[in-house]
């Protein structure tokens, strides 16, 4: 079964660094495209950064365009989110994940745990 596994969080004070790892099982990771999401309290959850499965493009929501960096590992399974000048306003639980597009099914999202992300001083 599709597995996604989180870990790196951590609490970080403005303007420090945190690396986001998540470790993929499950199924060819190299065939797909991976994305980390965030989900703040009290909000919805919202599409941080994806990669495509080669690693040649990248696009990222404009929040935080030039702070964070995903990257990926195909022949470790595993996709990485660089975050740099962390704010306060980026305080939220992070999640991996895949959409699996099988034939007669379609298209399933599947998620992480979760990793939580708090910025302070």
């Known amino acids: 079964q599709v597995q996604l596994v989180e870990s790196g969080g951590g609490l970080v004070s403005p303007g420090g660094s945190l690396r986001l790892s998540c470790v993929a099982s499950?199924?060819?990771?190299?065939?797909?495209?991976m994305s980390w999401y965030r989900q703040a309290p009290g909000k919805e959850r919202e599409l941080v950064a994806t990669?495509?499965?080669?690693?040649?493009?990248?696009n990222y929501a404009d929040s935080v365009k030039e702070r964070f960096t995903i990257s990926r590992d195909n022949g470790k399974n595993t996709v990485y989110l660089q975050m740099n000048s962390l704010k306060p306003d980026d305080t939220a639980v992070y999640y991996c994940?895949?959409?699996?597009?099988?034939?007669?099914?379609?298209?399933?999202?599947?998620w992480g745990q979760g990793t939580q992300v708090t910025v302070s001083s």
């Open positions: 990669i495509t499965y080669i690693g040649g493009r990248t």
């Open positions: 499950g199924f060819t990771f190299s065939s797909y495209p």
């Open positions: 994940n895949v959409d699996i597009v099988r034939p007669l099914i379609g298209s399933t999202k599947y």
